[in-house]
């Protein structure tokens, strides 16, 4: 069975940094591109990175592009989202999500995990 | 970055009424249209990929059609279970962008 158990949100002052986790199981994590999607309170999905199995490719959405800097381990079958000079408006719940690359696309999830709340706020 | 706008907002219906939702997307975007389901408080489940493909496992009340810019989403007989948003997606272009949302609700 597939799972992605992400770890690290919590309540963080304007400006901060927050660390976010993501473990994997029940698939092959180095072969599958993963990605980080938001939800901002009682809003809609917003689409926040992606990164390769390999590593070598690596997209950001403007909103978070030169703070955010998503990485992985595959040796340890974890995602990671480093956030630095976070905002207000980062807070939401942020989903791990395990992407299809259908077409050698990004965009297709098929896999989603729990969710970390991620609170900006002083 | 392409703009997906999706309608109505909200709609009320009853067990086994037909539920129709649109999207609309701002360019052409071929068929890498993605629908999803998210129940309260859970995370995103993909219905429908590539515009009209039916996910596995996902029953076959749910259907999606269209191609371009316009797309439709379909529930064939509503089911109280599937009380939820809606959610359209595109994936051609980077960033992959959601619609809006359309909450389905009892009537």
């Known amino acids: 069975e597939v799972q992605l158990l992400e770890s690290g949100g919590g309540l963080v002052q304007p400006g901060g940094s927050l660390r976010l986790s993501c473990a994997a199981s029940g698939f092959t994590f180095s072969s599958s591109a993963m990605s980080w999607v938001r939800q901002a309170p009682g809003k809609g999905l917003e689409w926040v990175s992606v990164?390769?199995?390999?590593?070598?490719?690596?997209y950001y959405a403007g909103s978070v592009k030169g703070r955010f800097t998503i990485s992985r381990d595959n040796s340890k079958n974890t995602l990671y989202l480093q956030m630095n000079s976070l905002r207000a408006e980062d807070t939401a719940v942020y989903y791990c999500a395990k992407d299809l690359l259908r077409w050698q696309k990004y965009g297709v999830v098929d896999c989603w995990g729990q969710g970390t709340l991620v609170t900006v706020s002083s | 970055d392409i703009q997906m706008t999706q309608s109505p907002s909200s709609l009320s219906a009853s067990v086994g009424d037909r539920v129709t939702i649109t999207c609309q997307a701002s360019?052409?975007?071929?068929?890498?249209l993605n629908w999803y389901q998210q129940k309260p408080g859970k995370a995103p489940k993909l219905l429908i990929y590539?515009?009209?493909n039916l996910e596995t496992g996902v029953p076959s009340r749910f259907s999606g059609s269209g191609s371009g810019t316009d797309f439709t989403f379909t529930i064939s007989s509503l089911q109280p279970e599937d009380i939820a948003t809606y959610y359209c997606q595109q994936y051609d272009n980077l960033p992959p962008t959601f619609g809006g949302g359309t909450k389905v609700e009892f009537k």
């Open positions: 590539d515009a009209s």
């Open positions: 990164l390769s199995g390999s590593g070598g490719n690596i």
């Open positions: 360019q052409d975007i071929n068929n890498y």
